[in-house]
């Protein structure tokens, strides 16, 4: 039977997801951010209120991502790394980090799906070397010129040919 390695975080790591958590609710638009561990465990949190409900949330999210899991297996696919749930008002999304580690992005409707994919996609790259890298390694922070550049590309994507 294999052990399952614990998730340990450290502070230097914990305040880079605190600083990408910021700046992804920021360039994206979203309302209330979280990392979770996969067993529902909260992490962090980034929002412009105290969400009294986040262990909740973490717990229903992980049990959600699971289940999802298993959808892929029986579609003999390798795994599904998002889930997605529409609402009147609101939209969650939530993403695969690392092996253990979820993102939870909640947004209105007010802002594009696409605009929120595009910024969670970069964050998650930036999220996985810091959770896997090497600890005394500095991690790329999300690119000052991120925000332009996606706009960029979202509008070649979009643009009328």
């Known amino acids: 039977m294999a ?6 975080i ?9 600083e990408l958590l910021l700046k992804l609710k920021e360039v994206s638009g979203s309302t209330f951010l979280a990392l979770i561990s996969t067993s529902g465990q ?7 209120t105290y969400h009294p409900e ?3 949330l973490a717990s ?3 049990s959600s991502f699971a289940a999802t899991q298993q959808l892929a297996s029986i579609l003999d696919e390798h795994e599904f790394t998002l889930l997605f749930h529409e609402g009147k008002s609101l939209n969650l999304h ?8 979820l993102l939870i992005v909640t947004f209105g409707r007010e802002t594009q799906v696409g605009k929120v994919r595009l910024y969670t996609q ?7 070397q810091i959770f896997e ?4 390694e500095n991690p790329p922070a999300m690119d000052v010129d991120f925000e332009s550049a996606a706009g960029d590309a979202m509008d070649d994507l979009f643009k009328d040919g």
Do not use: F, H, M, Y
Not at 3 to 8: D, S
Not at 42 to 47: K, R
């Open 3 to 8: 052990r399952r390695k614990g998730l340990v």
């Open 10 to 18: 450290n502070d230097r790591q914990l305040d880079r997801c605190d």
């Open 42 to 48: 909260p992490i962090t949190t980034a929002s412009d």
């Open 54 to 56: 986040t262990l909740s």
């Open 60 to 62: 229903l999210a992980a």
């Open 94 to 101: 939530v993403s695969q980090v690392t092996d253990q580690v």
């Open 122 to 128: 970069r964050a998650i790259e930036v999220l996985r």
């Open 133 to 136: 890298g090497p600890e005394d």
